[in-house]
Structure formats: structure tokens, C-alpha cells
């Protein structure tokens, strides 16, 4: 019979009401499928439980790290001691505030709040339609697409503190910047975000949509594991086309290798580990520093 180490057995008597699991690979929660065992994870279903789980946490002097979708992290092959709270459907809820703006919690996904204000005939959420991460990923790293960027329509977050306490953040206090939010230096957890959007026909905001998820499936590898663009858009020009240019479509480290449809992704082929990736990732930032001397960085946040 496997042992329960000293977390496990204090965090199942502490949050006996909560949805826990041990020993659960990282995998099964990332969209790369690469991931070995994280020691708990937890899936809070409310606001009270998430501050209930983060109170626990503290006084075991464990800070939880956080996962949304987990569409743009890279998990270690070892997997991860201590605790995992786990955002995704599970802080769920949308709610329109007036004639123009929405709040929607931290665990619905980008795809799921861009068709609710579809549906209350609202513009400004088109850009999120496809991008398959949580609200709060998307708030923790600007995320954006095709012009447009969570910046540009979000007004109000709410972020919870390590000891469960809430405050309300405004755009500005966000530090919003290229795929990036002060969430990054200051840790935080998004519970929800309100956005201010504009009224439009329905047609023509689900006709954008259907734009947009047409370009993603002509030009990403969505049949295969990704975490996206696996590098930031560097000063000067484009991930995808200097990759392109340094020749390396289809470079292949194992079972990663950069797609052959999309230069700017890195792919699970099938069985590829969190080294394989990293490999992947250094070695093409060195030959495209060798040919163009521009240095990629990751975008894929490397845990
Ligand atoms: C096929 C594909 C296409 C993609 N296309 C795009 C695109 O067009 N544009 C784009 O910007 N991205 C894109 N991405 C990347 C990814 O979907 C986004 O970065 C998304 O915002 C990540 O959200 P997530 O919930 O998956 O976050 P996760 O991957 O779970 O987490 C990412 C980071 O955010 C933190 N985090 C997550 N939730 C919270 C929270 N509630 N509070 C505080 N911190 C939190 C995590 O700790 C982690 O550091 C794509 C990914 C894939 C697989």
C-alpha cells in the first residue's frame, strides 16, 4: 500500500471538503501531455474554499503553485512536491454587469467567456475565442491574438493573496505589458476579471470568430499536444519566421520537435518529456542567435 507523505496526510484532514488527489500526473492537466506526479492538487469549487485551501497551505507553510488550463506551462518529467491548485472549471460563473460589461470568473475558459458575450451582442472579446486557456491565465500573461490582447478590454481583477485575502486591481495596477502582468513579480491568484466591451450584432461578432478559428486551423498544429507559440515574439520580428528562416521546421529532440506546420510551435510527436522540450527549445534559440543574432525567449512558462 502506498504511504501518504506528511502534505497528503495533513492537507486530507485540513480540507477533507475539498477535492484532492495525490500522486496525480501533471500530464493529465497540461495541453503538452508532459508531466510527472504533483504531490497534491487540489480543485477548489468556490471562492471561500479557494481561501479556506490557501489559509491551510500557509499554516503548513506551503505556497501552492497555480494552474489554469495549463496550455502554456511546461511540468517536470520528476513532477512536483507540495501543492497544486487547480483553476479550470472550477472557479466557474459569468455574470453581466450592465449593458457593456461582464465579469466572468477565473477558471471558465477564454473560448467559453468570448461566446457568452457573443451571445449579449458584445464585441471585444473576438481576439480569445480559440485561444484554449483559462481567464486567469489569460489575465496573469496578456494573453492575445490576431490584434487583439486582454489589455485592451479588461477593467477590473480580482486577485487573491497567499492568505486569502482579496483586493481589486485596476488596469493600470495590472502592469499589463507584451504577454506579461505584474502577477509574474507580485504572486497573486486571479478570481475574476471584468471587461468593458462594446455592443455590436451578434452576426458580426460570431462572423469574426469564425474568422479567427479559421486562420488557427489552417496555419496551428492543433492535432498535436502544444503549449502555442512555444517562444515570445522577439523586438524586430517574428518567432516563427526566424525559426522558419534558420531552417529548423521539423528540428526534432526526442519526441518535441518544432512543427512543421507552424514554426513558432513545439510538439509532442508522442512520448516526448519535459527534457526533450527544453532541449528543443535552447537549441533553436542558439541556432537563431547564430544566424540572425536574436536571442528567442520562451513564452511557454517552464515550471
Ligand atoms: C493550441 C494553442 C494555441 C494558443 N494560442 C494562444 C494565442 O493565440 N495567444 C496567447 O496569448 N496564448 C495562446 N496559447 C497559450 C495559452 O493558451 C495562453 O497563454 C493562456 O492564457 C494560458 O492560460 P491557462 O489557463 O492555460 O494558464 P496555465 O498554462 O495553466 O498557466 C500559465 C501561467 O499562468 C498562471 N496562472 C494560471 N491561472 C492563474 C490564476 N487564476 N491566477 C494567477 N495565475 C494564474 C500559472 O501559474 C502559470 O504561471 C495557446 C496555447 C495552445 C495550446
Known amino acids: 500500500m502506498t504511504e501518504f507523505t506528511y502534505l497528503q496526510q495533513k492537507l486530507s484532514v485540513m480540507l477533507h471538503d475539498v477535492e484532492l488527489r495525490f500522486e496525480?500526473?501533471?500530464?493529465?492537466?497540461?495541453?503538452?501531455?508532459?508531466?510527472?506526479?504533483?504531490?497534491?492538487?487540489a480543485f477548489p469549487k468556490s471562492v471561500d474554499e479557494l481561501s479556506k485551501i490557501l489559509k491551510m497551505s500557509a499554516l503548513l507553510d506551503c505556497k501552492p503553485?497555480?494552474?489554469g488550463a495549463g496550455t502554456n506551462i511546461l511540468a517536470p518529467d520528476e513532477?512536483?512536491?507540495?501543492?497544486?491548485?487547480?483553476?479550470?472549471?472550477?472557479?466557474?460563473?459569468?455574470?453581466?454587469?450592465?449593458?457593456?460589461?461582464?465579469?466572468?470568473?477565473?477558471?471558465?475558459?477564454?473560448?467559453?467567456?468570448?461566446?457568452?458575450?457573443?451571445?449579449?451582442?458584445?464585441?471585444?472579446?473576438?481576439?480569445a475565442h480559440g485561444i484554449?486557456?483559462?481567464?486567469?491565465?489569460?489575465?496573469?500573461?496578456?494573453?492575445?491574438?490576431?490584434?487583439g490582447e486582454i489589455c485592451q478590454v479588461c477593467t477590473q481583477v480580482a486577485v487573491m493573496d497567499f492568505t486569502g485575502e482579496i483586493r481589486i486591481l485596476n488596469n493600470q495596477d495590472m502592469g499589463f505589458a507584451y504577454r506579461h502582468s505584474r502577477l509574474e513579480e507580485e504572486s497573486g491568484i486571479v478570481v475574476y476579471a471584468e471587461f468593458a466591451?462594446?455592443?455590436?450584432?451578434?452576426?458580426?461578432?460570431?462572423?469574426?470568430?469564425?474568422?479567427?478559428?479559421?486562420?488557427?486551423?489552417?496555419?496551428?498544429?492543433?492535432?498535436?499536444?502544444?503549449?502555442?507559440?512555444?517562444?515570445?515574439?522577439?523586438a524586430g520580428g517574428y518567432a516563427a519566421a526566424l525559426i522558419d528562416q534558420a531552417g529548423l521546421k521539423g528540428f526534432q529532440v526526442g519526441g518535441a520537435a518544432i512543427s512543421t506546420k507552424h514554426?513558432?510551435?513545439?510538439?509532442n510527436l508522442?512520448?516526448?518529456?519535459?527534457?526533450?522540450?527544453?532541449?528543443l527549445l535552447a537549441q533553436v534559440s542558439d541556432k537563431v542567435w547564430e544566424q540572425s543574432g536574436i536571442r528567442l525567449e520562451p513564452e511557454v512558462r517552464i515550471w
Open 263 to 267: 514554426a513558432g510551435f513545439a510538439v
Open 197 to 234: 466591451l462594446q455592443k455590436a450584432s451578434q452576426e458580426s461578432i460570431r462572423e469574426r470568430m469564425q474568422e479567427l478559428m479559421g486562420k488557427r486551423k489552417a496555419s496551428q498544429p492543433l492535432d498535436l499536444p502544444s503549449a502555442g507559440s512555444a517562444f515570445k515574439r522577439p
Open 65 to 67: 503553485a497555480i494552474i
Open 79 to 127: 513532477g512536483l512536491r507540495g501543492l497544486i491548485i487547480c483553476l479550470k472549471d472550477c472557479l466557474d460563473g459569468m455574470e453581466q454587469l450592465s449593458s457593456t460589461e461582464i465579469r466572468v470568473m477565473a477558471g471558465v475558459t477564454m473560448t467559453r467567456a468570448a461566446v457568452y458575450a457573443a451571445n449579449l451582442g458584445l464585441s471585444g472579446l473576438e481576439f
Open 24 to 41: 496525480e500526473p501533471l500530464a493529465k492537466h497540461t495541453s503538452f501531455r508532459i508531466g510527472g506526479p504533483a504531490e497534491v492538487i
Open 132 to 147: 484554449p486557456g483559462t481567464v486567469g491565465g489569460g489575465v496573469y500573461m496578456n494573453a492575445g491574438a490576431y490584434g
Open 270 to 279: 508522442g512520448g516526448a518529456t519535459a527534457a526533450d522540450v527544453r532541449s
